[in-house]
């Protein structure tokens, strides 16, 4: 079993749409919780950054981090066209090496 | 304020050779990661360079290996290259605050013939 799982999609959704991308994980010891958004052939781009359970907004994204049930989610409200990219969840211990552990990835297309 | 930059943007190599890899992190960070995205696998953590020093490696053999110079830049070199070693090889930096945020680069795209 992967210490991180997320569904591979890929997720067609319309312009417009409230988009929600989870990621669940085995290991207690992640503390720290990220997204990236990576474009194709380029590199990941960090768009959250999160410690404790609870809810972090920025713009039109949402991190939310349940440490209870080991589930991240990130919702993405009026979804664009130019959200359309490969979502990264990654995770990381405390005292863990600054290792980060990634989701295999969701695939995301925002159709007009 | 110019982020990671990654040379070259695409390598090509036969089995057998040797890769390097170069990266530069974003100004004030002195931490230097690398990564590993290869097709089915995901990202994958191969290295941490701190300060000149490696302080954290992921479960890859030992021709996987690097340095970070006095100015923060790094090298990857991969020695006795392998068909399975065809990537996308990240690097990314972070200021030294363990767990910190860390921002990547685009990329160098490696493939082994």
């Known amino acids: 079993q992967k210490e991180v799982e997320q569904d591979p999609g890929p997720l067609s959704v319309p312009e417009g749409a409230i988009v929600s991308l989870n990621c669940t994980y085995s290991n207690s010891a992640f503390q720290y919780f990220m997204w990236y958004r990576q474009y194709s052939r380029k590199g990941p781009e960090l768009l959250m950054y999160?410690?404790?359970?609870g809810n972090k907004e920025d713009g039109r994204f949402t991190a939310q981090v349940d440490k209870s049930s080991k589930y991240i989610s990130l919702f993405i409200r009026d979804s664009q066209p130019s959200d359309s990219a490969t979502y990264l969840c990654a995770m990381t211990p405390t005292g863990g090496g600054n290792k980060l552990t990634f989701g295999t990835g969701t695939q995301l297309k925002v159709e007009l | 304020e110019a982020g990671v930059t990654q040379s070259p943007t695409h390598l090509i190599k036969t089995r057998g050779q040797q890769a390097t890899l170069r990266c530069s992190p974003i100004?004030?960070?002195?931490?230097v990661y690398w990564y590993q995205q290869a097709l089915g696998l995901g990202l994958q953590f191969l290295l941490w360079?701190?300060?000149?020093?490696?302080?954290n490696r992921g479960n890859f053999p030992p021709r996987f290996s690097g340095r970070q110079f006095p100015n923060y830049s790094s090298e990857l070199n991969v020695n006795a290259l392998e068909l399975e070693d065809s990537a996308l090889y990240l690097c990314a930096s972070s200021r030294a605050t363990v767990n910190d945020e860390q921002f990547f680069g685009p990329g160098t795209r490696l493939t082994v013939l």
């Open positions: 100004s004030g960070h002195t931490s």
């Open positions: 999160t410690y404790s359970s």
């Open positions: 360079y701190d300060e000149g020093e490696e302080r």
